[in-house]
């Protein structure tokens, strides 16, 4: 039975709800990608260390218990490398179809000035997964069609007729139906709305941040929406599954009733109001009203209300020099205490940032409860971050930060 479903939201559109009463840590949700590219731009000098089909990290994957390099293989027509010969044989059929290969190989031998920036090479590497997802399965290319996403911000505008003008040039996808300019625009806005970066481990992390390893569409997970203060959170275990490396899993940070919307924050949580508003408007079109917005956007109206309050003040000073010094100190006094008391209650989500973000520096990662084990279903009070991987007690009144992986 699916703990989730799906429904149609009145100013939020698709979005996924609980069908069931839910409890700390449970896993609502387990995708697959239906396309997967490199995060590298075309031009880069080296071949990424990881398999151009599973996206396992070459040094560590092995069709063996133990890691060899003499399982790795290459295409017979490029220099992709692959962990395996079975990876090697999938991908022909798939990710890495004959069409696929010549394209990519030809982008790389000739890239053209209009393809010198990065941002551009990476957005041709997913039109090739996306056009080749049409060839290779029709079915799964009407799904990434189905998601959201119409229309590119006005800043991309130029992208969709360039690089659909250079695929075409190349080497048209065979067989595709509509292939136009308009195809790739759609293509390229359903990316940016949907698209999750699949992170490095935290073991590979160079100088503790966590890059990205891969892109993919994942179809069910991008029904989630956006809430600044999540009730759930993504996990990716890359380089630890035998099979389904680029899995990703949706765990509930605390208990949710029936019915409730189940959100993901598309960020780290700790960003402040404005640049929120700033990202969310450019890379996703919208405008948040989510709780903590709202609380926030009133501190902003509130600050905008203090510093004119003081303009004016600052002002009347200016009127009334002559006004006794001492009264000026005493009311200036009192001002500051009422301040400092309405201070108290300015954050009415600090639970959340005591509870649920993982507290290590410079991580910013979202803490949830690891899944139940066993036959026992109470919730675990072992919390996991989604960002660095530690595991950490749950403390009730948060006066213990011992990390149980040091």
Not at 58 to 80: A, D, H, I, K
Not at 321 to 329: F, I, V
Not at 365 to 388: F, H, K, Q, R, Y
Request: net charge negative; with cysteine.
């Amino acid at each position: 039975m699916e703990v989730v479903k799906a429904v149609e939201i009145e100013g939020r559109g698709r979005a996924l709800v609980a069908s069931q009463s839910l409890y700390g840590g449970q896993i609502i949700l387990t995708d697959s990608p239906i396309l997967l590219y490199s995060p590298y731009p075309l031009s880069s000098s080296s071949h990424p260390p990881y398999c151009s089909n599973c996206f396992t990290h070459l040094r560590t994957s092995s069709s063996s218990s133990s890691s060899s390099s003499s399982t790795l293989v290459s295409c017979p027509s490029c220099p992709f490398l692959f962990c395996s010969p079975d990876c090697l044989t999938h991908a022909l059929s798939s990710s890495h179809s004959p069409w696929a290969c010549s394209v990519q190989s030809l982008l790389r031998a000739s890239l053209p000035l209009s393809l010198s920036h990065s941002d551009r090479q990476v957005q041709a590497r997913f039109l090739v997964a996306a056009y080749n997802l049409a060839i290779v399965s029709p079915s799964h290319f009407q799904i990434l069609l189905s998601l959201q996403g119409t229309a590119l911000p006005s800043s991309d505008s130029d992208a969709p007729a360039l690089l659909h003008s250079l695929i075409s040039s190349l080497s048209p996808p065979p067989g595709v139906a509509g292939f136009s300019v308009e195809l790739t625009a759609a293509l390229l806005a359903k990316d940016k709305l949907n698209a999750f970066g699949l992170m490095e481990p935290p073991a590979l992390a160079l100088g503790g941040q966590r890059s990205v390893r891969a892109y993919g569409i994942y179809p069910k997970a991008s029904f989630f929406n956006h809430d600044c203060l999540p009730n759930a959170c993504r996990f990716d275990y890359v380089d630890t599954a035998s099979h389904r490396n680029t899995d990703i899993t949706i765990r509930v940070i605390h208990d949710v009733p029936e019915g409730r919307e189940i959100c993901l924050s598309y960020f780290p949580v700790n960003e402040t109001y404005a640049d929120r508003q700033k990202r969310l408007l450019e890379d996703y079109g919208f405008t948040c009203d989510c709780d903590r917005c709202r609380v926030e956007a009133n501190w902003k109206d509130e600050d905008d209300d203090d510093e004119q309050e003081q303009e004016q003040e600052q002002d009347d000073e200016a009127q009334v020099m002559d006004e006794d010094q001492d009264e000026q100190m005493i009311g200036s006094e009192n001002k500051n205490e009422v301040g400092d008391e309405g201070g108290e209650n300015d954050f009415p989500h600090a639970y959340f940032f005591l509870r649920y973000m993982c507290s290590r520096e410079n991580c910013w990662g979202t803490l949830a409860p690891l899944p139940p084990s066993g036959s026992d279903s109470s919730p675990s009070t072992i919390m996991e971050c989604n960002v660095c991987g530690n595991l950490k007690k749950a403390d009730e009144d948060f006066n213990s930060d011992e990390d149980m992986d040091d």
